[in-house]
């Protein structure tokens, strides 16, 4: 949770704010409630409506609405289960083509929404404006206090839109949904809603769906809000340039999108499952845990600290230390066709739990108490090694180092005779690694690399180390460095 703002004038109170962050996912939400009436709304709510109820009651609101600002592709939507558990109405948008429609509104109250329109929310309006760019039936809600008498709107909830700092990405639908030449079509759709948000006024607050870390762009600001006028100034994009050069700006050097977006854009386009209270077994044996190891479409996930999973883990399990990156990891790594059984601290569990069906991973048979591993006969291990290690060994010929960073970290600076395979894709392309050679694996700080190594001994890679320093001790070492494009693979 954020912030909390409430505007009042001649000693009344008319409008409550309020704005909430999934730290993991870099993701805004809003609630937005009139005082005079008790209705609330909240603004691309995430799918764990706990935060958003709590501040319901204790403010005495009732969740009247649901808006999305497009159809998000790194996170599940809330909104569905809104209008499940609370009967909310659905502000949802109508722009772009048939391709990207809600599918889910029969049966529940659904408002779609064009250009222009505009809707209230007791005394609170909202403006649609049609931003297309990031998708094509991006919306954004100019927001104005008409309780409180004003005339002029207060701010802007952009979506992934314009950001502090940056605008959202048009290249998602391409490289993660594969709808070709999606990318170009939608920078220059970016550029045209651009010129429209440069004509508002330079009060207006910009309140983004997202901060820095999200992979919706690439330049983000820490700042969790801007203004109009601020982003006028500094945001690169908003800069005087031509069409033709923005658009090679702004495709150029994007994040690779983790691999779950493709399955958020059809699950928020289709409608997320309702969830419901079930309860997951905590298992605390061994022999309970063998049960879902040996079947084939259960993975066992390892969430205790990477540092403790070296020093002795489960064959076959897949390290993901529940971090701030564990999210985004989980996503890009499981397999959405497969039930989970996750090994967690008993009080981390609910944490976990929501963490995962964020992203739509709800299969999850049980959660296993650590202690299970005091009664395996034999565990696997791997050794974390520091960067002066490295240094005596990553020229031989029976050692192959694995990079694991994204592309553009690649590009600015790697270990001489490294081998870059991300993260993301390692699973993939675990099949053109060498059987016969130690196997180093390293990212910037570490954290990546041991997900990594983890991930590469479940595949059956037993001689594999991990940089602990990460890169970045590989330079403090004085380590040579060499830039370069991307590494042809076989």
């Given at each position: 949770m954020m912030d909390k703002w409430i505007f009042s004038r001649n000693?009344?109170?008319?409008?409550?704010?309020?704005?909430?962050?999934?730290?993991?996912?870099?993701?805004?939400?809003?609630?937005?409630?009139?005082?005079?009436?008790?209705?609330?709304i909240v603004i691309d709510p995430a799918r764990d409506l706990t935060p958003y109820i709590e501040t319901a009651r204790k403010e005495g609101f009732r969740l009247m609405a649901a808006a999305e600002?497009?159809?998000?592709?790194?996170?599940?939507?809330?909104?569905?289960?809104?209008?499940?558990?609370?009967?909310?109405?659905?502000?949802?948008?109508?722009?772009?083509?048939?391709?990207?429609?809600?599918?889910?509104?029969?049966?529940?109250?659904?408002?779609?929404?064009k250009d222009g329109d505009v809707f209230m929310v007791g005394k609170v309006e909202f403006k649609v404006m049609h931003t297309p760019g990031h998708t094509p039936e991006s919306i954004s809600f100019i927001l104005t206090d008409r309780g409180s008498g004003s005339a002029v709107p207060m701010g802007i909830f952009t979506g992934d839109f314009v950001f502090v700092g940056d605008v959202g990405r048009p290249d998602l639908l391409?490289?993660?949904?594969?709808?070709?030449?999606?990318?170009?079509?939608?920078?220059?759709?970016?550029?045209?809603?651009?010129?429209?948000?440069?004509?508002?006024?330079?009060?207006?607050?910009?309140?983004?769906?997202?901060?820095?870390?999200?992979?919706?762009?690439?330049?983000?600001?820490?700042?969790?809000?801007?203004?109009?006028?601020?982003?006028?100034?500094?945001?690169?994009?908003l800069k005087e340039m031509?069409?033709?050069?923005?658009?090679?700006?702004?495709?150029?050097?994007?994040?690779?999108?983790?691999?779950?977006?493709?399955?958020?854009?059809?699950v928020n386009k289709g409608g997320p499952n309702v969830l419901a209270n079930e309860t997951i077994p905590y298992v605390e044996h061994l022999t309970d845990l063998r049960a879902y190891m040996n079947r084939s479409d259960v993975?066992?996930?390892?969430?205790?600290?990477?540092?403790?999973?070296?020093?002795?883990?489960?064959?076959?399990?897949?390290?993901?230390?529940?971090?701030?990156?564990?999210?985004?990891w989980a996503g890009w790594l499981l397999d959405y066709e497969h039930t989970l059984a996750v090994i967690a601290a008993e009080e981390q569990t609910e944490s976990i739990r929501r963490s995962l069906q964020s992203i739509g991973l709800d299969r999850i048979a049980a959660f296993v108490s650590p202690s299970v591993l005091k009664e395996a006969d034999a565990l696997e291990k791997y050794r974390n090694i520091d960067a002066e290690r490295l240094k005596e060994q990553y020229?031989?010929?029976?050692?192959?180092?694995?990079?694991?960073?994204?592309?553009?970290?690649?590009?600015?600076?790697?270990?001489?005779?490294?081998?870059?395979?991300?993260?993301?894709?390692?699973?993939?392309?675990?099949?053109?690694?060498?059987?016969?050679?130690?196997?180093?694996?390293?990212?910037?700080t570490g954290a990546r690399s041991a997900i990594g190594t983890s991930l590469l001994q479940a595949k059956g890679f037993k001689n594999v180390e991990n940089l602990l320093t990460g890169f970045d001790g590989w330079e403090k070492a004085g380590g040579p460095v060499e830039q370069g494009d991307k590494e042809e693979k076989k």
């Open positions: 000693g009344g109170r008319h409008m409550f704010f309020r704005s909430y962050a999934d730290e993991q996912l870099s993701q805004y939400s809003y609630m937005i409630a009139c005082q005079k009436t008790g209705e609330a600002t497009h159809i998000h592709a790194d996170f599940v939507s809330g909104a569905r289960q809104m209008a499940s558990d609370y009967g909310a109405a659905l502000y949802l948008s109508n722009e772009g083509d048939e391709e990207w429609k809600y599918e889910f509104t029969d049966g529940l109250s659904v408002n779609l929404l391409e490289k993660a949904v594969q709808l070709q030449g999606t990318a170009e079509t939608g920078a220059g759709q970016m550029y045209d809603s651009i010129q429209v948000f440069k004509q508002l006024p330079d009060h207006l607050i910009v309140w983004p769906g997202h901060g820095a870390g999200s992979a919706c762009g690439k330049s983000f600001g820490a700042v969790p809000i801007s203004t109009v006028g601020y982003e006028k100034a500094n945001n690169w994009a031509s069409k033709e050069g923005f658009h090679e700006e702004l495709l150029k050097d994007q994040p690779e999108p983790p691999a779950y977006f493709s399955v958020m854009k059809k993975t066992v996930i390892d969430t205790r600290d990477s540092r403790e999973f070296a020093a002795g883990h489960l064959k076959g399990t897949i390290n993901l230390p529940y971090t701030r990156i564990f999210t985004n020229s031989k010929e029976d050692v192959y180092v694995i990079d694991v960073r994204q592309q553009r970290e690649w590009d600015e600076g790697h270990i001489p005779t490294a081998h870059h395979h991300m993260l993301g894709d390692l699973e993939e392309e675990a099949g053109q690694l060498p059987k016969d050679k130690k196997l180093i694996v390293h990212c910037q």
